[in-house]
């Protein structure tokens, strides 16, 4: 590797050269199965032939043209986006690259739809323990985990971090006369993929509607399908015993199969509250990114797609749970997003998966978090699990 680049990664001594599938292959050609999907990003794994494609293509016309004229491709891209979250209500959609990116639009978002509406001072944004929203100075102070924290403030005002699950403690956070929203991860990623209750995403949502409080969902990791509903949050608003809103919801990751897009999407109460010149992005949603999108969205769309990623997910859980093994703790997970505590250093154990041939990331020092890419076979996740398990 070369010792040019800053020392922000602890990465594994592997270099891969290409992909097929859910497969990676490195520069001796040794295969690997992969069971991160670059962090939840190649939802279609590795040169799907039909975005592969789509990128050529729009290489080929036009990459880029700045968002000072319109684009046919963005334009698609962002209608079939908008229809695609329009079960949870969402009408208006702001492309970015990366999920961080789309977290600072969410909280600008907000932000200005309190401050027109209530005027200053009720700015703050209560997010909770343990959650992850990004690494840029606003989305690491809305991240409630002290680890990433340390060497680098001071931190933007006005966040406040609940412990998760906890409804009083909720409650007294949200403060009507302090509060322009709550940011939540109904699944929470990187800290161990840790379903929030329904019960609790219910009172959330109860309480951010009796308060004007807007009900924010950062789906970088759990959305476009990950968890086998096109949104995370949709499989809570039957549980809700009501059909709750969300106001806003962050997209990135697994949004163009590996092309770098952010998505901030708008509901009823804040769809017409940015105005001209209020936020940008000079790559957001171009046309190459567009396209890939495009092709991601339509694939995801297909009859059965999303029951199939379902199938899988439960393909995972049941194996693993079936198998008693002592040095496996609880098991949790919704579709190919599954988080498997055990009793030693996960990161040791990533190590040896590597050695052979299986790709797995962690999700905190004791759990491994596996996301494999949506078009796995049966088979295949049949092979890394053996695998798994012949390590442990
Ligand atoms: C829930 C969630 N939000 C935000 C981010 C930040 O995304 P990005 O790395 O694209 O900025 C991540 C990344 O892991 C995430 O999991």
């Given at each position: 590797m070369s010792s040019v680049f800053m020392n922000t990664y602890h990465r594994l001594p592997v270099t891969f050269t290409r992909g097929e599938g859910a497969w990676l292959f490195d520069q001796a050609g040794k295969k690997y199965l992969d069971f991160t999907s670059g962090i939840a990003v190649n939802s279609l794994g590795h040169a799907y032939p039909a975005?592969?494609?789509?990128?050529?293509?729009?290489?080929?016309?036009?990459?880029?043209?700045?968002?000072?004229?319109?684009?046919?491709?963005?334009?698609?891209?962002?209608?079939?986006?908008?229809?695609?979250?329009?079960?949870?209500?969402?009408?208006?959609?702001?492309?970015?690259?990366?999920?961080?990116?789309?977290?600072?639009?969410?909280?600008?978002?907000?932000?200005?739809?309190?401050?027109?509406?209530?005027?200053?001072?009720?700015?703050?944004?209560?997010?909770?323990?343990?959650?992850?929203?990004?690494?840029?100075?606003?989305?690491?102070?809305?991240?409630?985990?002290?680890?990433?924290?340390?060497?680098?403030?001071?931190?933007?005002?006005?966040?406040?971090?609940?412990?998760?699950?906890?409804?009083?403690?909720?409650?007294?956070?949200?403060?009507?006369?302090?509060?322009?929203?709550?940011l939540v991860e109904a699944i929470q990623g990187e800290s161990g993929i840790v379903p929030q209750r329904e019960a609790y995403i219910a009172a959330a949502a109860k309480l951010c509607a009796e308060r004007d409080i807007l009900l924010m969902f950062d789906e970088v990791q759990s959305g476009v399908g990950r968890t086998g509903t096109f949104l995370a949050c949709e499989q809570y608003q039957d549980a809700a015993g009501f059909s709750f809103r969300p106001d806003i919801i962050t997209l990135a990751k697994g949004l163009a199969g590996g092309v770098p897009v952010g998505a901030v999407l708008a509901g009823g109460k804040t769809e017409h509250v940015f105005e001209a010149g209020d936020h940008a992005s000079t790559f957001g949603g171009n046309p190459l990114a567009a396209a890939a999108g495009i092709v991601v969205l339509e694939t995801v769309a297909r009859t059965e797609f999303l029951a199939e990623i379902r199938r899988k997910g439960e393909q995972i859980l049941s194996a693993i749970k079936s198998w008693n093994h002592p040095r496996i703790g609880d098991v949790r997970g919704r579709g190919l997003m599954t988080g498997i505590d055990i009793d030693s250093d996960a990161s040791a154990f990533i190590g040896a998966a590597l050695e052979q041939g299986l790709l797995l990331i962690t999700a905190g020092p004791h759990t491994i978090r596996l996301l494999p890419p949506y078009i796995i076979t049966g088979e295949e996740i049949n092979q890394g699990l053996g695998l798994m398990r012949e390590l442990l």
């Open positions: 975005l592969a494609e789509a990128i050529r293509e729009q290489a080929a016309k036009l990459i880029h043209t700045s968002n000072y004229y319109q684009s046919d491709t963005a334009a698609v891209f962002a209608e079939k986006l908008v229809a695609a979250c329009a079960g949870a209500g969402m009408k208006k959609v702001f492309l970015a690259n990366s999920g961080a990116e789309a977290n600072e639009g969410a909280i600008k978002l907000a932000r200005k739809y309190s401050l027109k509406k209530y005027g200053s001072g009720r700015h703050r944004i209560v997010t909770l323990k343990g959650s992850f929203h990004g690494r840029t100075i606003t989305a690491l102070s809305a991240t409630g985990q002290d680890r990433f924290h340390k060497d680098f403030g001071p931190f933007t005002e006005g966040f406040l971090f609940v412990p998760p699950g906890d409804i009083d403690a909720l409650d007294r956070a949200l403060d009507p006369s302090a509060t322009a929203g709550l």
